[in-house]
């Protein structure tokens, strides 16, 4: 996307993109781009924030719900603002993105027990805790996995659910 | 050295002679160290009206103008002042006072979050921690609120910074890497965008607030001269170009000039500078621009394509964008001048009918006889400024503005009670030139205390107050919208404003006719005085042309 932005004719349908963008490391930071979504009226899917290569910056990820000519304004908005120093949106082709999720799930008899294990490595999960009534997963992945895990074990009753929402970074030089 | 004495330091530095504002509690510190600074300070009765008078001076100076407040309520009473600032791009640097540190968030005897309050209506907010950080503070807000696309800065510094002793230096040099207001605005698409309007049949030229901001007059009178295109403008364009060159249309908009409506619908090519295609100046985006080539210059990258999908950008300095552009066209041997074309033919033909078909209400004293009558006493150098409502828009249509950068307005915010105080504002920055507020008696009503002010400091400011004993407006719409069931809009004729005037010690004056009108600005003119001129017009006097909101400028409705 150029300076001068690239404004799409017509208004595309809805997708979800990932922007990352590196952010002056003091308070008050977050809470003005959460503002400046909810002021503009845009989407936020998740976002994530810590450190980052640099000592005083941090490194947001922000996914969003958008058609290409709201992501433009998005994008420029955000960068309008002072803290922030730098925003790329990511395509997704060519990025490495990752979520991690906590799935606390009821695991009273031995049979449930055994099957989320099964399901659990299958998707590369890991247990983390354990206990007589339930069982906690961790499974890292593209939110679609995470979804597509969730689903699959909504029959046994998730009892707390936590996700970091997505950390991206683009792949290799890009 | 302590941090409110660095503060004035700073001040000083960036060249700052005149504060307005209102101490307490927690800047009692600020203003102890007022006392021995090369500073004016404007003592105001409401904060708002310090912002708006700091707004005032910055929109003459083309210069932050500064506002100081107390925290809690003071600050909080500057909050509309700053966002009609941030509405209109202007220059400003606002500096509340906080409680101390350790009393943050402790919910403090006037204690409040100041900064999440202002974050939404300023370019940036800062609370220094340490003395030592003041001039760098300082220096970065002057510097963030002058640049790129100007706009209001807040600086909340808590009482114990601003009494902290520390050794104190003062940067040269500061950079805000976030920040590059600097934008070189690109040759190519300046190239293209002057292929399109060489092309053009029908060229014209959309110019707002940004011409003014930029102070980009000449350079708008020699484009458009070139281009041999009609200019229209924004209202917040309006006195970006002379109400009276031989290409002049006024404003377009909800209450544009209905030949400016017109014509911009009838070309084929626009060339929009400084403007961000507002609802109030469009109409409905989506029709807007169908069929012509759409060419936007601005300063802010974030403008383009918010409303309107464009067909060229130029984004960067609108200055330097023009004076390129200037060289371009004259590489191309254009010939400068404003002689008939077709185009130009049109642009008397649509002048000629609604001069012709447009016609006054009926009555001895109209909005419109006063603001005709206004421009013919009223020096050209003249400031003028508007509250809001009807007066405004009348002003919009009626009061041709002849010197460019002598018109300002609230026309983003819309803000009652702006135009008073920022003429005073206006009056401390060009004290030599009369200063006059187009008022509403409504309007007028909310920043009347600002007298004083106009009185007690030798800033005198004459108020035409365009007086219908109601919130004209509101009244207006209320007639056309709502099948006249009034509401919460007659004002009753109270207060008698003249003997207002005179109990701050100003002048009043209660005029029946254009000939006492006249005889009145005459004598406010030569003595000097604050002056309040009432003037009674009909209630009943209604705002024509009008754009219902929501509609099309093609829907425009010329009169009743
Ligand atoms: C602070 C504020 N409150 C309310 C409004 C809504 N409003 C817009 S115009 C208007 C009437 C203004 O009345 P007056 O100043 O008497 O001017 P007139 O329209 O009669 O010329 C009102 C209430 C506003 N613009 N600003």
Excluded at chain 1, 60 to 66: A, D, K, L
Excluded at chain 1, 153 to 170: C, H, I, K, M, Y
Excluded at chain 2, 492 to 504: L, T
Excluded at chain 2, 538 to 559: H, R, S
Aim: neutral net charge; hydrophobic residues 40%.
């Amino acid at each position: 996307m150029s300076q001068t932005g690239y404004i799409p004719e017509k208004k595309t349908s809805d997708d979800v993109y990932i922007l990352s963008a590196l952010v002056e490391d003091k308070p008050g930071v977050l809470f003005r781009v959460t503002n400046l979504f909810r002021a503009r009226n845009f989407n936020i899917e998740s976002i994530t924030v810590g450190y980052s290569e640099s000592s005083d910056l941090s490194r947001m990820t922000i996914t969003t719900r958008s058609d290409d000519r709201t992501l433009d304004q998005l994008v420029k908005q955000l960068r309008k603002l002072i803290d922030v120093v730098e925003v790329r949106v990511l395509n997704k082709s060519n990025t490495v993105y990752r979520e991690l999720a906590l799935i606390k799930m009821n695991a009273q008899d031995p049979t449930s027990r055994a099957e989320i294990t099964n399901l659990a490595s299958v998707f590369r999960g890991k247990i983390l805790d354990i206990d007589k009534f339930t069982l906690t997963v961790e499974i890292t992945g593209t939110p679609s996995k995470i979804d597509a895990f969730r689903n699959l074990v909504s029959d046994f009753g998730v009892v707390q659910l936590a996700r970091t929402g997505v950390s991206a970074l683009p792949r290799g030089a890009a | 050295m302590k941090g409110a004495e660095a503060l004035m330091r700073s001040l000083e530095k960036e060249g700052v002679d005149i504060v307005f504002g209102l101490p307490g509690g927690a800047n009692l510190p600020i203003y102890d160290a007022l006392v021995d600074a090369k500073i004016r300070h404007i003592l105001v009765r409401h904060e708002q009206s310090a912002a708006h008078m700091a707004d005032g001076y910055a929109r003459t100076k083309r210069r932050a103008g500064v506002c100081f407040a107390t925290s809690g309520p003071g600050a909080t009473n500057l909050i509309t002042g700053i966002a009609t600032a941030y509405a209109d791009s202007s220059p400003m640097v606002a500096v509340t006072g906080q409680v101390p540190l350790e009393m943050i968030g402790k919910d403090a005897f006037q204690e409040t979050d100041i900064i999440g309050i202002a974050n939404p209506c300023t370019k940036y907010t800062f609370q220094p921690r340490k003395a030592i950080e003041i001039p760098e503070t300082v220096k970065k807000g002057f510097y963030i609120a002058e640049s790129g696309r100007p706009g209001p800065v807040l600086i909340d510094i808590p009482k114990d910074v601003q009494q902290d002793i520390q050794d104190i230096e003062f940067p040269d040099l500061i950079k805000v890497r976030g920040y590059n207001p600097a934008i070189e605005s690109d040759l190519s698409t300046i190239g293209k965008a002057t292929e399109l309007l060489l092309a053009a049949q029908r060229p014209i030229i959309m110019s707002g607030g940004g011409v003014i901001l930029a102070g980009a007059f000449s350079e708008l009178e020699v484009l458009a001269e070139l281009l041999m295109a009609p200019v229209v403008t924004t209202f917040k364009g309006k006195g970006s170009f002379p109400e009276n060159h031989p290409l002049a249309m006024g404003p377009i908009g909800m209450h544009g000039h209905a030949e400016a409506n017109k014509i911009i619908l009838e070309a084929d090519c626009i060339l929009a500078i400084g403007a961000r295609f507002s609802d109030r100046s469009v109409g409905r985006f989506d029709e807007f621009g169908k069929g012509m080539n759409i060419i936007h210059m601005d300063i802010d990258p974030a403008e383009i394509g918010k409303n309107k999908t464009v067909d060229v950008a130029i984004v960067g300095d609108v200055k330097s964008s023009m004076k390129t552009m200037i060289k371009f066209l004259n590489k191309k041997m254009v010939k400068h001048g404003t002689e008939e074309n077709s185009w130009l033919q049109r642009r008397k033909e649509l002048i000629d009918y609604y001069t012709e078909s447009i016609k006054d209400y009926p009555r001895d004293l109209t909005a419109r006889k006063v603001l005709k009558k206004l421009r013919e006493v009223l020096p050209n150098n003249a400031i003028v400024t508007t509250e809001v409502g009807q007066c405004q828009m009348w002003t919009s249509l009626h009061f041709d503005v002849i010197s460019p950068g002598t018109f300002f307005s609230s026309t983003g915010l819309g803000t009652m009670g702006f135009g008073f105080p920022a003429a005073i504002g206006a009056k401390a920055a060009r004290q030599n030139v009369p200063v006059v507020d187009i008022a509403g008696d409504g309007s007028f009503n909310m920043s009347e205390n600002s007298l004083a002010v106009s009185v007690l400091e030798n800033l005198p400011v004459i108020v035409v107050l365009l007086n219908n004993y109601m919130l004209g407006m509101v009244a207006q719409w209320q007639r056309t919208f709502y099948n006249r069931r009034y509401e919460g809009v007659h004002l009753h004729n109270c207060p008698d404003y003249a003997k207002i005037a005179d109990a701050y010690g100003a002048q009043g004056i209660k005029v029946q006719s254009i000939s006492e009108l006249e005889n009145g600005i005459r004598s406010a003119l030569k003595s000097n005085l604050a002056t309040v001129i009432d003037i009674p017009i009909d209630p009943e006097e209604d705002v024509y042309p009008f754009v219902a909101p929501g509609t099309g400028l093609k829907d425009m409705i010329v009169g009743s």
